[in-house]
């Protein structure tokens, strides 16, 4: 079955840009209506959908984060990507990419996540 | 200030029935589908309803999920200790073009 899984620094200096990086095994980035997205959860905080992108190139962003953000996809490596421009404290989180089949929330499979601690 | 509305903690003893509620507007739950994800503690969440009311296989029959109007429900019955999780709700808003998630419900087991 289809897993992911996140890697990219876990320590980033304040104001630098944030780069992630999600690999997908089990299955082909271009199958279906598979969107790939990314979504943060901040230490003891709730859940925060960022972006997705659709194998097209479609993309969406969070309107709260939309311009910092980008996200892209390879999928010649079977990966996706996300990054985050002029980072603070308050980016700090646990970052998960998923597979949302249909684009709408339908999160599965979830990585397992990576935190993100921005500090200098 | 999430979008979605969900209290912040819920509890029960095992064996009872408990509900989580999921409000919103017209532009998210009222007119797309609504999803569960239950995160155990110290894990990455996981699926446990699709299209409001759709249980992904190897969930339990004790979960379901419901839809009416601009609110949904997730309600687990038979509670088990390892219910004890986080639950989020989220939805589609049409308004902000996004995927917009609830704060996040506490479940204790009592």
């Known amino acids: 079955q289809v897993q992911l899984q996140e890697s990219g620094p876990g320590l980033v200096k304040p104001s630098e840009t944030l780069s992630l990086t999600c690999t997908v095994s089990?299955?082909?980035?271009?199958?279906?209506?598979?969107?790939w997205s990314w979504i943060r959860q901040p230490p003891g905080k709730g859940l925060e959908w960022i972006a997705y992108?659709?194998?097209?190139?479609?993309?969406d962003y969070n309107p709260s984060l939309r311009g910092r953000v980008t996200i892209s996809l390879d999928t010649s490596k079977s990966q996706f990507s996300l990054k985050m421009t002029s980072v603070t404290a308050a980016d700090t989180a646990v970052y998960y990419c998923?597979?949302?089949?249909?684009?709408?929330?339908?999160?599965?499979?979830w990585g397992q996540g990576t935190l993100v601690t921005v500090s200098s | 200030q999430s979008v979605l509305t969900q209290p912040p903690s819920a509890s029960g003893t095992p064996g009872q029935r408990v509900t989580i509620s999921c409000s919103g507007n017209s532009s998210n739950i009222g007119s797309n589908y609504v999803y569960w994800h239950q995160q155990l503690p110290g894990t990455a969440p996981k699926l446990l309803i699709y299209?409001?009311?759709q249980r992904p296989s190897g969930v339990p029959d004790r979960f379901s999920g419901s839809k009416s109007g601009t609110s949904a429900s997730l309600a687990i019955s038979g509670l088990r200790s390892e219910d004890e999780a986080d639950y989020y709700c989220?939805?589609?808003?049409?308004?902000?073009?996004?995927?917009?998630f609830g704060g996040g419900t506490k479940l204790t087991v009592l």
């Open positions: 998923a597979r949302d089949v249909g684009g709408n929330g339908w999160f599965d499979p």
């Open positions: 089990g299955g082909s980035v271009n199958s279906g209506a598979n969107y």
């Open positions: 992108i659709y194998p097209t190139g479609r993309t």
């Open positions: 299209a409001n009311n």
């Open positions: 989220a939805a589609w808003d049409d308004t902000l073009s996004a995927v917009v």
